[in-house]
């Protein structure tokens, strides 16, 4: 693993998990993502990661004109690298979850390794009233939903986004396999060091919440990549702050936010994306570590720059 003596710290800052239900601080119009996000900068992170939401109901959408709404007051209001999903949200088509990136051409985009079941399903037991009716549909469907993501698919976005705009990629790793496939195309040369590979721990269908696990991702990945990659981590839920706590301890980089936890402390809400961001920045500064400004971040991660964006 690449070694800087520098944390980055990425802030996802919506997601398409949660729903608006589930907690009235997340980010849902584009006035409140870009708030959130300057926000989030200014308590340190690094990193930018983007989804947007339907405005009126909360829904993720892949309208790059919603995206475009807030990208341009983001990248006014702060330095912070810019990350845009090519996720997008649970059952859109491919090139509906890469219309957004294809019109703003990021410094970054997330990257998913594997075609898995990504099960949400499990949430519906924790609410009774629903804000929208699309909320428990949109969880209910994951009980029978593949979230597709092939070798092809792969290879067609690190060649329409990568090669096409210079875009490096935050490669999403949700099991072991995961490793293996990104070992794959680094040795076809369609992706080049040094990576971002970020570890994920806790989406039911992926690598569990174990430490034990995280151990073994940290091993394989050293075993694949050598010194070529910076390795990150993101734990769903109440896991996520012990998760990348323990990230940190053993070199690598974290993501928070509230695309992974709607949580900062047992049993309470996060009233903001910069109270994840700032609640590990005091944990990495307590373990004398120190968090990377995005300028190093992207000195590390040999990005392009803010100024060779479509935003």
Not at 16 to 29: E, K, R
Not at 147 to 172: A, H, M, P, S, V
Not at 275 to 286: D, G, M, N, P, Y
Request: aromatic residues 10%; charged residues 20%.
């Amino acid at each position: 693993m690449a070694r800087s003596g520098k944390v980055i710290v990425t802030c996802a800052v919506t997601g398409a998990i949660h729903t608006p239900t589930m907690s009235p601080y997340l980010p849902i119009t584009p006035n409140e993502i870009a708030e959130s996000s300057i926000a989030a900068a200014e308590a340190g992170a690094s990193i930018i990661h983007l989804h947007a939401r339907n405005p009126e109901t909360g829904q993720p959408t892949p309208d790059p004109d919603m995206f475009m709404e807030f990208l341009p007051r983001i990248k006014q209001g702060t330095d912070a690298v810019v990350n845009i999903t090519t996720g997008g949200g649970l059952g859109m088509k491919l090139e509906e979850r890469l219309a957004a990136a294809r019109r703003a051409q990021p410094e970054v985009c997330s990257l998913n390794m594997g075609t898995m079941n990504f099960g949400l399903f499990r949430l519906l037991d924790r609410y009774k009233d629903w804000k929208h009716a699309w909320e428990p549909e949109y969880l209910e469907m994951t009980k029978n939903f593949v979230y597709q993501n092939t070798f092809g698919d792969i290879e067609y976005i690190l060649k329409e986004i990568g090669e096409g705009y210079g875009t490096r990629f935050e490669f999403e790793c949700y099991d072991i396999g995961h490793l293996y496939t990104l070992a794959y195309f680094l040795d076809k040369g369609l992706v080049k060091p040094p990576l971002l590979v970020q570890s994920i721990f806790g989406i039911m269908g992926g690598i569990g919440v174990d430490h034990e696990n995280l151990l073994h991702a940290k091993r394989i990945a050293d075993k694949l990549f050598g010194d070529d990659f910076y390795w990150s981590v993101l734990a769903a839920g109440r896991h996520q702050l012990p998760f990348v706590s323990m990230s940190a301890i053993m070199g690598g980089s974290v993501r928070v936010g509230l695309e992974d936890s709607l949580y900062i402390d047992k049993g309470k809400l996060a009233e903001s994306n910069a109270a994840q961001v700032t609640a590990i920045r005091s944990i990495l500064e307590t373990l004398s570590l120190e968090v990377a400004t995005p300028t190093e971040a992207r000195e590390m991660l040999s990005l392009k720059g803010g100024d060779q964006v479509a935003f």
